[in-house]
């Protein structure tokens, strides 16, 4: 089966997100995540698609964004290029989260569903190899649909859903000392969940 994003352009892939309820300026995801960050820190958001977060996180945090789709990757360059930015090739890279290496993270952050695209059997090991990038009181936050709410599938995904009910007592034994819940709505009234693993 091909590659489902190859069907979704870089102007879709905003329209996806105004769809499900995180496109707005600024975006309510963005604004539930920053309350979990510090000024300055070091953080790596894993899919970083069209910049739709990355633009603004770069402006207080030494951001690193990745992708495994170039097309995505080209139109966050070239906002960027608009912008004067000249070292973009320092902090975007493409590449899988599956291949890249990196250390001392203060967050690694999974935005907007992107768990859910790595195979379930596979989810355990990506939280282990995020685990394994963090700095010493780094953390790792996913935000996807809170349970029992809508999930939007564009055609040809096949989504593994993450809820934290289901996860809670695995945390412990993958190596987390703390995990908590929490949940917000957006402007289009989807209740969505932040999960805070440290
Ligand atoms: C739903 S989009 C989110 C894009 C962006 N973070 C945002 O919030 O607007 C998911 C992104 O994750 C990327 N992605 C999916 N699996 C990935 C992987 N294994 N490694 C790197 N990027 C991945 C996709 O290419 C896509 O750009």
């Given at each position: 089966m091909g590659d489902p994003y190859d069907a979704i352009s870089p102007s879709e892939l905003q329209k996806e997100a105004k769809k499900v309820g995180l496109g707005e300026s600024p975006p309510t995801d963005l604004i539930q995540i920053k309350k979990l960050l510090t000024n300055g820190e070091k953080i790596l958001e894993v899919?970083?698609?069209?910049?739709?977060l990355g633009k603004l996180l770069m402006k207080d945090y030494d951001y690193v964004g990745i992708d495994k789709h170039k097309q995505y990757l080209e139109y966050f360059r070239e906002i960027l290029r608009k912008k004067g930015e000249k070292n973009q090739n320092k902090f975007l890279h493409h590449i899988s989260f599956e291949n890249f290496q990196g250390k001392g993270f203060d967050t690694i952050l999974f935005p907007?569903?992107?768990?859910?695209?790595?195979?379930q059997k596979n989810q355990e090991f990506i939280l282990k190899k995020a685990k394994n990038m963090l700095s010493e009181k780094g953390k790792i936050i996913l935000d996807n649909p809170a349970k029992g709410t809508i999930y939007n599938t564009p055609k040809g995904f096949i989504l593994a859903k993450f809820y934290y009910d289901d996860w809670k007592s695995k945390f412990q034994k993958i190596g987390f000392k703390e995990h908590k819940k929490l949940t917000y709505t957006t402007h289009n009234g989807r209740v969505r969940e932040i999960v805070v693993l440290s």
């Open positions: 899919g970083c698609g069209t910049g739709r907007w569903s992107v768990i859910t695209e790595f195979e």
